[in-house]
């Protein structure tokens, strides 16, 4: 069981930037992809960005040259930079991993944007 704690959410006004992180319980180097996800109400949850245990990523196509997952496995944590920030990005969002065969979430952190 890999237990993962989000922080870093909050209000923010539209153009700023919030950086969020990821926690996790124990060791994700053997972890195969960790991530983010987000859901607004109403809506269905949705990818937002991805990176692999190598390094690899991938991003939605809505938040792409504006957000940067980054990962650090000294710190058993995963990052999401997000900047110029709209009011629709506003949603709860959620870390991901994934060990297979088991995927791992967080209870999620809301970030609010004002226009």
């Known amino acids: 069981q890999v237990h993962l704690v989000e922080s870093g959410g909050g209000l923010v006004q539209a153009g700023g930037s919030l950086r969020l992180s990821c926690a996790a319980s124990e060791s994700i180097f053997n972890v195969n992809a960790m991530g983010w996800y987000r859901q607004a109400p109403g809506d269905q949850r949705e990818l937002v960005a991805l990176?692999?245990?190598?390094?690899?990523?991938k991003y939605a196509d809505f938040v792409k040259g504006r957000f940067t997952i980054s990962r650090d496995n000294g710190k058993n944590t995963v990052y999401l930079q997000m900047n110029s920030l709209k009011p629709e990005d506003t949603a709860v969002y959620y870390c991901y991993a994934e060990r297979l065969p088991y995927d791992f979430w967080g209870l999620g952190t809301q970030v609010t944007v004002s226009s």
């Open positions: 990176i692999s245990n190598g390094g690899g990523t």
